[in-house]
């Protein structure tokens, strides 16, 4: 941990100019990887997330909030504990590392505006509890729950619940008191969210309403919490980027054996009739990219979580000889469904990792 040093994130024209392309940009995934985190030369500086980062500070200065997060790159997205700053993935920083990230992890999260700016709300929501300290209110603790209740490695979430907002995927208010008040302040603070109409009749009303009274007492008001420290800054860690995606692979991979056979077996088939039909492998593997995005899209889960399933499939059905019994577009449609099943499955099994 290391203290912050007072500069501003913002550059002149002049001084972007000066700036260089890492030597790194023209090498091949393979060689990139084998560097080192601390050896990559990024900063916020002069990218796509520092004017999303003024962004979100407008928003602030909008509802009359002068609090300004402070930010650094390190190796995800995180808001320490008691910490007013924000961690923001080193990927983020270049281009080049933006498509290292996707051919990795199969997504760059935070990667496009939108989402970039969902996780930066969520993340100020985070650093202004900490600023203020707000975690000690008593109505904050009976609305959201205690900040001292221990984070779960997996969760277990209600899709149907009307107690919580929606804002990141995978109901990840759900988590974890501190999720849900940073989740709520991130819906409060985007621009046109309606939230009084989009949650009318719902109990997450209450919390967004204390949330506006909340943000009203505070505002104008100077943080408690002013000490700034970075917490794993790209600077000091050491493993190489080989290294780094090999523990975040494993992270969100999966830990259950092949139990898809019956299911398999219904869609496709090794009888002698359907021995001159496309194998399921190879239809698999063409439809793969499709379908990875679609049931990445309704279950609002980690695509490498999903490829993972998916190449757990297409294993099964080598071994097991499987061919196509139905045409390329009902065998899509119906496969499509049982992926989505068995990520669902996954999800709601109380294996969902926590990812912020």
């Not at 913002?10 to 000066?18: G, N």
């Not at 997996?154 to 208010?173: E, G, I, N, Q």
Request: aromatic share 12%.
């Amino acid at each position: 941990m290391s203290e912050v040093p007072n500069v501003t994130l913002a550059l002149t024209p002049r001084t972007r100019a000066r700036k260089k392309n890492p030597v790194w940009v023209r090498w091949s995934d393979d060689k990139l990887l084998d560097v080192r985190i601390c050896d990559l030369g990024v900063t916020i500086e002069g990218t796509p997330v520092e004017r999303r980062i003024a962004e979100v500070q407008k928003e602030l200065s909008a509802r009359g909030i002068d609090f300004c997060p402070y930010y650094w790159l390190s190796d995800e997205w995180f808001t320490p504990d008691g910490v007013p700053g924000v961690a923001i993935p080193f990927y983020l920083a270049h281009r080049r590392l933006a498509r290292l990230e996707l051919s990795q992890m199969l997504e760059v999260e935070g990667g496009a505006k939108a989402w970039c700016m969902r996780i930066l709300r969520h993340e100020v929501g985070h650093a202004i509890d900490h600023a203020y300290r707000l975690q000690r209110r008593r109505l904050r603790q009976k609305l959201f729950g205690k900040s001292k209740t221990e984070y779960p490695e997996y969760y277990t979430p209600r899709p149907y619940s009307k107690s919580f907002v929606l804002h990141l995927d995978s109901w990840y208010a759900q988590s974890h008191p501190d999720e849900d008040f940073a989740e709520t302040f991130a819906v409060w603070l985007t621009p046109q969210s309606m939230w009084r109409r989009r949650y009318a009749e719902w109990p997450a009303l209450k919390k967004l309403e204390y949330m506006n009274e909340l943000m009203r007492e505070i505002a104008r008001k100077e943080p408690l919490q002013t000490i700034k420290c970075i917490v794993d800054p790209l600077s000091q860690i050491k493993s190489t980027l080989r290294q780094h995606y090999q523990r975040k692979r494993k992270h969100y991979g999966i830990d259950y054996p092949n139990f898809y056979d019956r299911d398999l077996r219904r869609l496709f088939s090794d009888a002698p009739e359907f021995a001159d039909n496309l194998s399921a492998t190879q239809f698999l593997k063409r439809i793969r990219h499709d379908v990875r995005r679609l049931v990445g899209g309704w279950t609002s889960t980690y695509q490498y979580t999903i490829d993972q399933v998916l190449e757990d499939m297409i294993s099964r059905c080598k071994e097991l000889n499987l061919r196509l019994t139905t045409p390329e577009d009902r065998a899509k449609l119906d496969f499509t469904v049982l992926l989505t099943v068995q990520t669902m499955n996954y999800l709601h099994g109380g294996r969902h990792r926590v990812a912020l």
